[in-house]
């Protein structure tokens, strides 16, 4: 099936940027939408930022301006760049992918990263 490894989450103070990356690795014909998540304690999942194959974008109304969501198609790699953190960025950041497994059966599937920590500090 389809794995997804992501890498970059830290500590970091507020202002500052990090960069996160979901690669994916498996038996798949091909990744379609992509997309990044956070969940912070006591708080629901919610959805960071999304980018279809051909790279069209969205963005939750609280990241607009300050995150970029970008993906190499060849890397089957999907990337979140986020500046001017705030301390409310907090949370465990996962990356979802909606992958197309065999194309002439018309099998797909939804795959869930484990989860990275971001922590913004004052």
């Known amino acids: 099936q389809v794995q997804l490894v992501e890498s970059g989450g830290d500590l970091v103070q507020a202002g500052g940027s990090l960069r996160l990356s979901c690669a994916a690795s498996?038996?798949?014909?091909?990744?379609?939408?992509m997309g990044w998540y956070r969940q912070a304690p006591g708080k629901q999942r919610e959805l960071v930022a999304g980018i279809t194959r051909g790279g069209l974008t969205n963005y939750a109304d609280s990241v607009k301006g300050r995150f970029t969501i970008s993906r190499d198609n060849a890397k089957n790699t999907v990337y979140l760049q986020m500046n001017s953190l705030k301390i409310e960025d907090t949370a465990v950041y996962s990356c979802?992918?909606?992958?197309?497994?065999?194309?002439?059966?018309?099998?797909?599937?939804?795959?869930w990263g484990q989860g990275t920590q971001v922590t913004v500090s004052s």
């Open positions: 979802n992918a909606d992958v197309t497994i065999r194309l002439v059966s018309q099998v797909t599937g939804t795959f």
């Open positions: 498996g038996s798949f014909f091909r990744i379609n939408t």
